[in-house]
């Protein structure tokens, strides 16, 4: 019973990685809201923007550096070892926010950017003293940001806000089977990621 438990955790880690909740939030974006009406070509674009350097570019960087160190990715767990990790996901993250702003793509849609940007970087400053999960945090902002879009945009987006309370559930339980964090890191990070999605729906 503890193997399978270990197993399926280790699959929901993989599974909601960090790194695929900006695609996710962005296909949200624009297949459950107004912004449905956009061309597909648009949409399409954007999309392969946000998932080369969001998703493939740090995945194939990470995995990279962690070949090059003779390290497995679970390793990573080490806190000393996940500040390079972070510096290449954030200098990721602001070149697709960069391009986005160059292109002119509407804020609106750059603002999940903007938001998962926000997260790397406060989680990696967080993570020089103490190790903060991104995991927790990456859908701590994505339940944030479903929650400020539903009240602030009126958009009924209630059943995707209990999707999301119940894969934070699972998400977080996973980290704590793993034994990868306490507690108060996976809490810490939930809310870390939630303020801050909140505020820069809010106010970005």
């Given at each position: 019973?503890e193997?399978?438990?270990?197993?399926a955790?280790?699959?929901?880690s993989m599974?909601?990685?960090?790194?695929?909740?900006?695609v996710v939030?962005?296909?949200?974006?624009?297949?459950?809201?107004?912004?449905?009406?956009l061309?597909?070509?648009?949409?399409?674009?954007?999309?392969?923007?946000?998932?080369?350097?969001?998703?493939?570019?740090?995945?194939?960087?990470?995995?990279?550096?962690?070949?090059y160190?003779?390290?497995?990715?679970?390793?990573?767990?080490?806190?000393?070892?996940?500040?390079?990790?972070?510096i290449?996901?954030?200098?990721?993250?602001f070149?697709?926010?960069?391009?986005?702003a160059?292109?002119?793509i509407p804020?609106?849609i750059?603002?999940?950017?903007?938001?998962?940007l926000?997260?790397?970087?406060?989680c990696?400053?967080?993570?020089?003293?103490?190790?903060?999960?991104?995991?927790?945090?990456?859908?701590g902002?994505?339940?944030?940001?479903i929650?400020?879009?539903?009240?602030?945009?009126?958009?009924y987006?209630?059943?995707w806000?209990?999707?999301?309370?119940?894969?934070?559930?699972?998400?977080?339980?996973?980290?704590?089977?793993?034994?990868?964090?306490?507690?108060?890191?996976?809490?810490?990070g939930?809310?870390?990621?939630?303020a801050?999605a909140v505020?820069v729906v809010?106010?970005i």
């Amino acid at each position: 019973m503890e193997k399978k438990l270990v197993a399926a955790s280790r699959i929901l880690s993989m599974v909601f990685n960090p790194l695929y909740l900006p695609v996710v939030g962005m296909i949200v974006l624009f297949f459950f809201s107004y912004l449905n009406m956009l061309p597909w070509t648009y949409k399409l674009t954007v999309l392969a923007l946000v998932a080369l350097f969001t998703l493939l570019l740090p995945t194939l960087l990470i995995r990279w550096y962690t070949n090059y160190h003779g390290r497995k990715l679970f390793s990573l767990g080490q806190k000393e070892r996940r500040a390079v990790p972070y510096i290449i996901s954030i200098l990721c993250y602001f070149s697709c926010c960069f391009i986005m702003a160059y292109f002119h793509i509407p804020h609106f849609i750059s603002t999940i950017l903007v938001a998962a940007l926000a997260v790397q970087v406060v989680c990696a400053f967080v993570n020089a003293w103490w190790k903060v999960s991104t995991h927790s945090a990456a859908i701590g902002a994505v339940t944030g940001a479903i929650v400020v879009f539903s009240v602030v945009f009126g958009f009924y987006l209630l059943w995707w806000l209990c999707l999301a309370l119940i894969v934070s559930g699972l998400v977080c339980s996973s980290r704590l089977v793993l034994r990868v964090h306490t507690l108060s890191q996976v809490v810490g990070g939930y809310f870390i990621g939630f303020a801050l999605a909140v505020l820069v729906v809010l106010y970005i």
